[in-house]
Nanobody, 123 residues
Framework: VQLVESGGGLVQPGGSLRLSCTASGLNFGDLNMAWFRQAPGEEREGVSCIGWSGDYRTYADSVKGRFTISRDNAKNTLYLQMNSLKPEDTAMYYC?????????????????WGQGTQVSVSS
């Protein structure tokens, strides 16, 4: 199983980034997918998740209205469109597969993880 994130980088406050996570070695279309993030010195937190069909999505309160999660099962790829970025969004962003997609994302419930992509928001 391999999850590979991309799309991170340095952006100014108010800017946008689109993260991607390409999966291999698993039945992507059968699995819930999620994005987590971890800032230096802080615990990993759930950002958003999406059900296997794409019909069910949840977001952390801190990103609602700014971030949009989506998936393309034909391409085995998960996305996170991030708009109106703030300095407090600075973190390593990880995609995860195979867990429980609820209003609160628990790190321990997710089976597979990528290596992460760094997002830095600074002027």
């Amino acid at each position: 199983v391999q999850l590979v994130e991309s799309g991170g980088g340095l952006v100014q406050p108010g800017g946008s980034l689109r993260l991607s996570c390409t999966a291999s070695g698993l039945n992507f279309g059968d699995l819930n997918m999620a994005w987590f993030r971890q800032a230096p010195g802080e615990e990993r937190e759930g950002v958003s998740c999406i059900g296997w069909s794409g019909d069910y999505r949840t977001y952390a309160d801190s990103v609602k209205g700014r971030f949009t999660i989506s998936r393309d099962n034909a391409k085995n790829t998960l996305y996170l469109q991030m708009n109106s970025l703030k300095p407090e969004d600075t973190a390593m962003y990880y995609c995860a597969a195979g867990g429980f997609c609820g209003t609160v994302l628990r790190e321990y419930s997710w089976n597979y993880w990528g290596q992460g992509t760094q997002v830095s928001v600074s002027s």
